[in-house]
Every structure is written in C-alpha cells, then in structure tokens.
T-cell receptor, first 112, second 115 residues
C-alpha cells in the first residue's frame, strides 16, 4: 500500500525554466515532508523540508508547497539548471516513530 | 569529509546463501537507519538504531533479516537464506541525533543480486 505517490516517473525541462515535481499522499497523519535528490550510484541527499504548520518553504531556487486539504505537495525549481538532473524523491512521516515513507521518485532531466 | 560508507558496493549471491552488508555511519552519529530500495521503487524503511539499541525493526520483511550495531557505530545487516525477492539496493543512513527532524545522511548503498 503506497502511502506516498509520485505519479510522474520522468520530467524534462529546458534550462532556465521552472521544474515542478508533484507528490500525493494518503495518510492524513503525515505532518512532516521532505524532498531528496539522488544521483546515479549515490545515496539520496536531503534537499528541503516542510512541516504541516506551513504551506510553503523556500530555500534558494527550491520551493516546496504543501496543500493539506488536497494531500499534495510540490517542489518547484527555478531556474532549472543541468546539474539539477537527478531523481527526486518525496518522503513523509508522522509524529510517532522514526519511519519515513518514500515515493517512487521522478527522474528530472534539464536540457541545456 | 567522511560520509556514510557501505560495503560491499555490489554483492551477487546464489539463492539460499547468507549475506552480510556493512554500514559505517558518520562518526558520532547517534541514529542509524537501514532501507531497502527495489528497482523502480523508493527506499522502504527496514530498521532503526539509536546508538546500539534497535528501537524499531518493524520494516524487516521476514525473520531472515537481522541487523545489529553492537558498539553503537558500525552496523551490519544480515540476510539469511537469500531469495530472489531480496534483490535490491540496501541503503544505510545516519543522523547526528535522534528524532525525525535531524537530517539523514545516506550512504551509496549495496546492490544485492540474488540468482
């Protein structure tokens, strides 16, 4: 039972344009969300997080938006750069335990 | 700088063999996590250690899977009598302190292939 879903396996964007990666979740108890970036043959690296008390968090070119009523979050990257080409995972957790639930990932390709 | 390291990076096992996967977390990190990532999937939680104590093993898929961290640093994930469905990348992550708001640093993973 996949509690965190990323329905777009891949996305291609021109350099300089906005990349929007989407994530949906089913568990209403999730209250903390993260995005990870993964290059081939490396482990995921933390990118940005958001708590459910907020609806937006921004860090440089990266902004995460949370819509709790829709159980949806998105990651915006602007402007996109070729170095952003990677697989992006969203993850979520509840306030009990230490588990994070990951989506299946979206492979982003930024075309120079 | 020294990140999380894992060995071996690749392991091929015949069905029924036992394997041991090693994780060296960042020095001083209290928390250690193991994840299993099947092809085309996201990482799935297996188990969590705080120092040497295994506080959560709810994600271990069967009693063939066993993890330990006897001195609160290096951890080993052991899989007995491997099956083809065990083929996956096994990721280890560590964080400085306990609690979910502490950033997890991932190792590169061990790719296990069971023939």
């Amino acid at each position: 039972d996949q509690q965190v879903k990323q329905n777009s396996p891949s996305l291609s964007v021109q350099e300089g344009r906005i990349s929007i990666l989407n994530c949906d979740y089913t568990n209403s108890m999730f209250d903390y969300f993260l995005w990870y970036k993964k290059y081939p043959a490396e482990g995921p690296t933390f990118l940005i997080s958001i708590s459910s008390i907020k609806d937006k968090n921004e860090d440089g070119r990266f902004t995460v938006f949370l819509n709790k009523s829709a159980k949806h979050l998105s990651l915006h990257i602007v402007p996109s750069q070729p170095g952003d080409s990677a697989v992006y995972f969203c993850a979520a957790s509840t306030n009990t335990g230490n588990q994070f639930y990951f989506g299946t990932g979206t492979s982003l390709t930024v075309i120079p | 700088g020294a990140g999380v390291s894992q060995s071996p990076r690749y392991k091929v096992a015949k069905r029924g063999q036992d394997v041991a996967l090693r994780c060296d977390p960042i020095s001083g990190h209290v928390s250690l996590f193991w994840y299993q990532q099947a092809l085309g999937q996201g990482p799935e939680f297996l188990t969590y250690f705080q120092n040497e104590a295994q506080l959560d093993k709810s994600g271990l898929p069967s009693d063939r899977f066993f993890a330990e961290r006897p001195e609160g640093s290096v951890s080993t994930l052991k899989i007995q009598r491997t099956q083809q469905e065990d083929s996956a990348v096994y990721l280890c992550a560590s964080s400085l302190n306990s609690g979910r708001y502490n950033e997890q640093f991932f190792g590169p993973g061990t790719r296990l292939t069971v023939l």
